[in-house]
């Protein structure tokens, strides 16, 4: 089937790329001329493990092209995917002016019926809103092409998008009609063979669905940041209590490691715009303003930590940090904690060095112009001169160290583990004193 996607960021180049390889035919639009002509060469401005030779081998098939010719897009396909940014805006609420001038864009050109389906995180009603849009272009234009207007949001995470994409836990489906709801199954088909994967709903639903996943799987981690800071102060071992409570199945193993707060592109802005989405409508939301608070509190949470052991007094110190990305297998630096940490570090007087397997680039453009930041080569550069060693990212390549050599480079034997790496016995065996996230202290 002929398919066009709007939007070549994560969502929209993963979403592209996944559709080519099993065999439909796209066309992906992008306002950024030099992502686009990136692109076109099969080169891809994203580390994302898996995207490039799915992307390179469906330009060879001729299946996947690129552009930036809105028009073209258009006119290629009668299904057309809406996978542009939805920032946030001053307020917390989500920005939906990407959304709503491709929604313009379309109407303005369209010459046939068209689906026009949402693949971003857009606010509770937003259907509704571009549907507005269309009746009131179409209806200036004096032509009556008829449009559907579907929610399907996306639910892929960074650095496993190949994989979610090609087998997602639920393709969710906003829309009242039948015919799109067939299309959709159509689409979807191949990546809905084992089981049957579809769910339909209303737009409303769908668009509320995607906001109180992330903000479900947000809860879980300040939950328990929440216990791991408690753990600290009762002398207890978050490490053992949260083994303790995913085995049991109504819990679960999954997200809940405690850290030092969640970051990204999505939970911090998802949560944001949901309690503006609520506010509107005169509800308050006691428990995602707590989640949005213990966040903010667990980004410092090292700091503090590092505050303590040097007595406050950071002024001429080398911090070694491991890690940049907001998490493992990406090269993305939103809402990193890192960053609040380093800016911590920064405004008491201290120094950084960095390593990040993919991140360099990113940190790069963030803070190259710093002279109390530099980027080294690898984990063991980092350590060179450094103080004290900080673990911010739970990279594989951070996960075996060579404690012996750790324990000889720093001036201060000590190390912040922001993510639990490390067995806080095994670091304390090599003459280093350890500090975790409710655990070694
Ligand atoms: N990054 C992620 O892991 C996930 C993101 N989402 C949601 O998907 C949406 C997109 O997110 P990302 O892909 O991360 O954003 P992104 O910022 O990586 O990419 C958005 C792309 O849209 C392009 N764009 C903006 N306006 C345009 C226009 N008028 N015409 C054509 N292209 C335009 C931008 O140039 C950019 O390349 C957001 O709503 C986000 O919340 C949903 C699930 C996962
Ligand atoms: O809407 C989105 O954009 C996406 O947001 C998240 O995906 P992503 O932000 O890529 O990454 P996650 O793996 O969810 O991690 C988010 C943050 O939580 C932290 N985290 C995760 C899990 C955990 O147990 N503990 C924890 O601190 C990570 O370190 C990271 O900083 C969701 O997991 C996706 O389902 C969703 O589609």
């Avoid at 303005?108 to 857009?122: F, G, Q, R």
Wanted: include cysteine; hydrophobic fraction near 40%; glycine fraction near 8%.
């Amino acid at each position: 089937m002929k398919l066009s996607v709007i939007g070549a960021g994560y969502v929209g180049l993963v979403t592209a790329a996944c559709l080519a390889d099993v065999g439909h035919q796209v066309c992906v639009i992008d306002i950024d001329k030099t992502k686009v002509q990136a692109l076109q060469q099969g080169r891809i401005p994203i580390f994302e493990p898996g995207l490039a030779p799915i992307v390179q081998r469906n330009i060879e098939k001729n299946r996947l092209h690129f552009t930036c010719d809105m028009m073209a897009a258009i006119s290629f396909a009668s299904t057309l995917f809406i996978a542009v940014g939805t920032p946030p805006e001053e307020d917390g609420s989500a920005d939906l002016q990407h959304v709503l001038a491709v929604a313009n864009a379309i109407a303005t050109h369209m010459d046939s019926h068209k689906i026009v389906v949402t693949k971003s995180t857009v606010p509770v009603g937003t259907a509704d809103q571009v549907r507005s849009v269309f009746r009131e272009k179409l209806l200036e234009r004096k032509v009556a092409f008829s449009v559907d207007v579907v929610a399907n949001p996306e639910f892929l995470k960074e650095g496993a998008a190949v994989a979610d994409f090609m087998r997602p836990d639920r393709i969710i489906v906003g829309t009242d009609s039948e015919a799109c709801r067939s299309l959709m199954r159509e689409i979807y088909a191949p990546f809905n063979r084992q089981h049957d994967r579809m769910m339909f709903m209303d737009t409303r639903s769908a668009e509320l669905t995607k906001y109180a996943a992330n903000a479900m799987l947000a809860t879980k981690i300040s939950f328990m940041n929440e216990m791991a800071n408690l753990a600290e102060q009762l002398g207890a071992d978050i490490e053992q209590v949260r083994q303790g409570i995913g085995a049991d199945p109504r819990i679960g193993y999954h997200f809940i490691y405690p850290g030092c707060g969640f970051g990204g592109s999505c939970f911090p802005k998802d949560l944001n715009a949901l309690v503006n989405i609520a506010n509107k409508v005169g509800y308050r939301t006691d428990i995602l303003q707590s989640v949005i608070h213990v966040n903010q509190r667990q980004k410092l949470r090292l700091f503090d930590k590092i505050q303590a052991y040097f007595s406050n007094n950071l002024e001429g110190k080398t911090f070694a940090v491991w890690g940049l990305s907001f998490k493992p297998k990406t090269d993305d630096m939103r809402e990193a904690p890192s960053i609040s940490l380093m800016s911590a570090i920064w405004a008491s007087g201290g120094r950084v060095q960095a390593y990040d397997p993919e991140a360099m680039g990113a940190a790069r453009d963030l803070f190259g112009h710093r002279n109390d930041f530099s980027l080294v080569g690898s984990p063991e550069e980092a350590l060179q001169g450094a103080d004290a060693l900080v673990v911010c990212t739970e990279w594989h390549v951070f996960r075996a160290p060579d404690f012996e050599l750790i324990e000889k480079q720093l001036s201060y034997p000590v190390i912040f583990d922001g993510r639990n790496l490390y067995d806080p016995d095994r670091v304390k065996y090599y003459g280093l004193q350890y500090y975790g996230i409710g655990r070694g202290n």
